[in-house]
Nanobody
Framework: QVQLVESGGGLVQPGGSLRLSCATS????????MGWYRQTPGKQREMVAT???????AYGDFVKGRFTISRDKPKNTVYLQMNSLKPEDTAVYYC?????????WGQGTQVTVSS
């Protein structure tokens, strides 16, 4: 069973920063493309960032250098560092793992950017 445990969401003012974490098992972590997606009501889930086992990353166009995805192998954890947050970044953020061509999802963590 693939488990993805997210943490780090919350309320932040515009221009602020948050770091999201996603912990999983070593088996999943070592074999999966990991990623972060987000979704707002009435909209499709969109890709925020992904990172391969080898460390190659990709970002959604809207990120524009503000976010950084990283992998911590000893902790089997993926991070999403989000800086210069905007109100339009408000969403539920989901951790994902693509393992053997199947996608797995965490429970989601709410990020709210508001003054």
């Amino acid at each position: 069973q693939v488990q993805l445990v997210e943490s780090g969401g919350g309320l932040v003012q515009p221009g602020g920063s948050l770091r999201l974490s996603c912990a999983t098992s070593s088996t999943v972590f070592s074999a999966s493309v990991m990623g972060w997606y987000r979704q707002t009501p009435g909209k499709q889930r969109e890709m925020v960032a992904t990172i391969t086992v080898g460390g190659s990353s990709a970002y959604g166009d809207f990120v524009k250098g503000r976010f950084t995805i990283s992998r911590d192998k000893p902790k089997n954890t993926v991070y999403l560092q989000m800086n210069s947050l905007k109100p339009e970044d408000t969403a539920v953020y989901y951790c994902s793992a693509n393992l053997l061509r199947s996608d797995y999802w965490g429970q989601g963590t709410q990020v709210t950017v508001s003054s």
